[in-house]
């Protein structure tokens, strides 16, 4: 089995100095990992996104906590609010929140497949054309 691994200092050095070919492979390895690359950072922008999205909910849940029970609160459905009890409140924002747990997961799992296949491609490309080439 091919195993690949990263070139030593001595190896870049030595690999730096010749002119490399790219070959169509190549290139199609290093447009993959920009697109990787790109997907990356759209990913973990979402990624923080739904992690504010998940404190608002908390603080929004600690302060229902000191709400009166008997109190109508206004919760927003669409583009209008509606006067909810406190515990239906409190119960749609529990729901809202392991919602939000799921698609957090998800996230989290596509963006570490991500930057896997993007170490593999580092890998291939480094090996390939050593110094010459930056991804970092």
Do not use: C
């Not at 089995?1 to 010749?18: F, Y």
């Not at 409140?89 to 991500?114: C, F, N, P």
């Amino acid at each position: 089995m091919l195993r690949r691994r990263m070139l030593t200092k001595e190896e870049e050095a030595s690999a730096g100095t010749a002119e490399i070919e790219v070959r169509r492979e190549d290139q199609e390895k290093i447009n993959k990992f920009s697109r990787l690359h790109q997907k990356e950072l759209q990913l973990d922008e979402d990624l923080k996104s739904k992690h504010k999205d998940k404190e608002d909910l908390e603080e929004v849940g600690n302060e229902l906590e000191l709400a009166d029970e008997d109190n109508f609160i206004p919760y927003m459905i669409g583009d209008f609010f509606v006067s909810l009890p406190v515990d239906e409140v409190q119960s749609r924002l529990a729901s809202a929140t392991r919602k939000l747990d799921e698609e957090i997961s998800k996230l989290e799992e596509g963006l570490d497949d991500v930057r896997e296949e993007m170490r593999n491609l580092k890998v291939q490309l480094y090996a390939r054309f050593g110094k010459t080439i930056n991804l970092d």
